[in-house]
Each structure stands twice: as structure tokens, then as C-alpha cells.
């Protein structure tokens, strides 16, 4: 019987730019990530509330245009658009270190490049996300996302400290510079992926443009798997935006712990995403991906949990947060890997930028709702209740994957959706 041995998913060139390229990036964006916000402090001392509208401009653009720019990646050759995105973010980041030098950068300066940066950032995930599956084989999905999460991982480890070294050898904006060339080193990885499914599959019909985020939204609707995943996330992400609003808070004035603690209690959260990244495939192999998407998530919520009940001296209290904040991290970044590699898995090519698209816009609205809840909450019955109220919220939110077919899920599926009308691409 003959048969074809797979090649390794780090033998395969146009994975490895593609990791490499993303890696890279995700470092430089860490110093961005600490230089941005320092460089509106320091050098344009900027107010509490001109650091919140920077921050919101610069997330903003998921809920506008992320359904627009799922199209917009089914539509086009994903491989240039990842090339726009990345040289896009090279010149518009430069600017910030040139104005600096100049005397002409202003906060309103700051407001207009963030809101681009995230578009473009916005561009490069949806297309990212869509593009991977065209360049593994769908049995890779879950290894080439792991390493690309142990990426991630890294990057939210250790570039904290990378950033903060830079920003004290050469002034927060001119650190920016580093994270300004890491895009255009991504870029030329990305160039030097070769032509394969990925630039070979039919582009999306150019009929009107809310008919396709119609057909996005439906292929989510109609799919019982990827209907239950996006109910699951957006509703979970309510109450996990509700607690992110409130943890700092809690943490200083409820329990009184000092600054120092706290970047303790969050050092070792940060562990959790490099501890999940390599358990993923693991959990797959061991449980089964449905039970691993169902029961996963629930030892994250037993991290939730431990977060109100913590309780005696300062070192008690900070083990227990630390404890809390390693066990949410872990499963959460588990879950993530098997999520989108399963969202992935049974989705066509052709549909692959309008379902990305659909569900990250279903997490990213909730997230912020969930915060003005937690803050409204907290000011009504409580911090610590309202802290006890989301538990139950997450668990909730679970009810959306027991009682669907992803309980019932093995492995990855290795058959796309079903189109079911010739309007679907």
C-alpha cells in the first residue's frame, strides 16, 4: 500500500516565514505597547482622560470595520494585503520618533496614528488568521497555532522587560523606531512566502458589500459549531471584560496591595500564556478537542473564583492572586489555540476573512460592555460581589458548548462547511 509521509510543519518554508515574520513583529509591538502611552505621559503629558481616548482609538477600529475588512480579506490576495498591513505600520510608526525630533509631535498626532495602527493591525490578524489554513495542511492547524501562540508568549514574557531597557537607553519615542523595523523585517518574511493554495484560491464575488458580511454572519449563524463558539466567547467575554475593569481596583483599595505586588501577581499570570501555548496540543491528545474546549475553560473559571475569596496576610494574598491569575491564563490560552484552529479546520478558504472577522467582532463588543458593567456593578452592591457575580456569569456562558456538537468532537473535522447556496463566496 503506498502512502505519503506529511512533511513537518518546521520543514515547511512558507510556515516558517510566515512564524518568523510574526515573531518578530510581536517583539517589536512590545515596545510599542509601553513607548506609546510613555511617550503621551512624559513628553505630552497627556491627562487620565487623553490616555483613555488614546487607548480607545486605537481599539476602536475592530468594531468598525472588522466585519468591512473580513470581506475586504476574502476578496483580495491575502499575501499583499499582509505586505500593506506591515509596511503600513513601518512608515506610520517612524513618524512618531521624526515629530519627536522635530518639536511637532502633539497629543492629537499621537490620537490619529494609533487609530491607524489599529486598523492596520486590525487588516493583518483578520488576514493572518485566514491565511494560515491555506498554508499547513488542516491536521497542522493546532501545531502551527501553538507555535504561533509560543510566540505570543513570549513576547508578553519578556518584552515588557526588552521595552523597558530600551526606553531607558534611548527616550520612549525613539525606542519606537525598533518596533517601526521589526514591521518592515516582517514584511520581507512575508514577501518570501511562495505562491500555494493561499494565493491560488477564488476570491470572493463582488457582489454588494453588506451581502458578504451577510454571508459572514450567516456562515456563523447557520454552522452549529461556530454559532456555539461565538456565543460562548461573546457572552464569557462580558463578564471577563467586567472583571479586567475591576481587578486593579480591588486589588489596591479592597485588599490593599502595593504596586510591587501586583506586577508579582501579574508576572506570574504572564507564565500561564507560555505554560498553555505548550500544553495545547498535549490537552488535544489527551482529552479530545470538545471536551477540551468544554471542560478547559472551567479551571479558568476556578481561577475567577479564587479571586474574591482571597483572603489574610499581604504574602497569602498575593499567592493566592498569583495562583488565580496562572490558572485563568493557562486554560484561556489553551482554549484560544483549539478554538481557532477548530474555526479554522471547517471553514472554506473562500469564507475564511468574514467568519475570522465575525467572530473576533462578537469577542471584541462584548469586552467593553462587560467593563462599563463591572464598573456600574461595583459601584452598586460591591467590588468582591460583583467579583463573585461574574463567576457565575462565565459559567453561564459555558452552557453554550455543552449543549452543542463541539462536546462531541474528537479531533479537528477535515471537511469544510457545506456551501449551501452558490452566493456563499
Wanted: glycine residues 8%; positive net charge; aromatic residues 10%.
Amino acid at each position: 500500500m503506498k502512502y505519503s509521509r506529511r512533511k513537518s510543519l518546521w520543514l515547511q518554508r512558507n510556515f516558517l516565514n510566515l512564524w518568523i515574520a510574526r515573531t518578530i513583529s510581536l517583539f517589536g509591538s512590545a515596545i510599542t505597547t509601553l513607548a506609546l502611552p510613555l511617550t503621551a505621559i512624559s513628553i505630552l503629558h497627556a491627562t487620565p482622560f487623553q490616555m483613555g481616548l488614546l487607548f480607545a482609538l486605537g481599539q476602536i477600529p475592530q468594531l468598525l470595520f472588522g466585519f468591512v475588512v473580513g470581506v475586504w480579506v476574502d476578496r483580495v490576495r491575502r499575501r499583499p494585503l499582509l505586505l500593506l498591513a506591515d509596511l503600513g505600520r513601518t512608515m506610520l510608526l517612524a513618524l512618531i520618533p521624526l515629530l519627536s525630533l522635530l518639536h511637532a509631535l502633539k497629543i492629537e498626532s499621537l490620537y490619529v496614528l494609533n487609530f491607524f495602527l489599529g486598523v492596520l493591525s486590525v487588516i493583518f490578524t483578520i488576514a493572518s488568521t485566514s491565511f494560515l489554513p491555506s498554508l499547513v495542511e488542516r491536521e497542522d492547524l493546532v501545531e502551527a497555532n501553538t507555535a504561533l501562540q509560543v510566540s505570543q508568549s513570549g513576547a508578553q514574557i519578556a518584552g515588557p522587560s526588552l521595552a523597558g531597557i530600551c526606553i531607558q537607553l534611548v527616550t520612549a519615542p525613539v525606542a519606537i523606531i525598533g518596533d517601526s523595523l521589526s514591521f518592515f523585517l516582517s514584511a520581507l518574511f512575508i514577501w518570501r512566502i511562495g505562491r500555494k493554495r493561499g494565493d491560488d484560491i477564488p476570491l470572493a464575488s463582488r457582489q454588494n458589500l453588506w451581502e458578504q458580511v451577510r454571508v459572514g454572519l450567516d456562515a456563523v449563524v447557520k454552522n452549529p459549531f461556530l454559532r456555539a463558539l461565538a456565543m460562548a466567547n461573546g457572552v464569557a467575554n462580558i463578564f471577563w471584560g467586567a472583571q479586567l475593569s475591576l481587578l486593579l481596583v480591588y486589588m489596591t483599595d479592597v485588599l490593599k496591595i502595593n504596586s510591587l505586588w501586583i506586577g508579582i501577581i501579574y508576572a506570574c499570570g504572564n507564565g500561564g500564556f507560555l505554560v498553555g501555548t505548550l500544553l495545547a496540543k498535549r490537552a488535544l491528545q489527551w482529552w479530545g478537542l470538545g471536551w477540551s474546549l468544554c471542560a478547559v475553560p472551567l479551571l479558568s473559571i476556578g481561577g475567577a473564583f479564587l479571586v474574591p475569596v482571597a483572603h489574610g496576610s499581604l504574602l497569602e494574598v498575593a499567592l493566592i492572586l498569583a495562583c488565580a491569575q496562572f490558572l485563568t491564563v493557562c486554560p484561556l490560552i489553551i482554549y484560544h489555540i483549539h478554538e481557532v484552529s477548530l474555526r479554522q479546520s471547517i471553514t472554506p478558504d473562500t469564507l475564511q476573512g468574514r467568519v475570522n472577522a465575525t467572530m473576533q467582532v462578537v469577542s471584541w463588543a462584548t469586552t467593553p460592555l462587560g467593563a462599563l458593567l463591572g464598573g456600574w456593578l461595583g459601584g452598586q452592591i460591591g467590588i468582591r460581589s460583583t467579583l463573585f457575580l461574574i463567576v457565575g456569569g462565565l459559567l453561564f456562558a459555558q452552557l453554550w458548548l455543552w449543549f452543542s456538537p463541539v462536546r462531541t468532537l474528537r479531533t479537528l473535522p477535515q471537511e469544510e462547511m457545506q456551501k449551501t447556496d452558490a452566493g456563499v463566496v
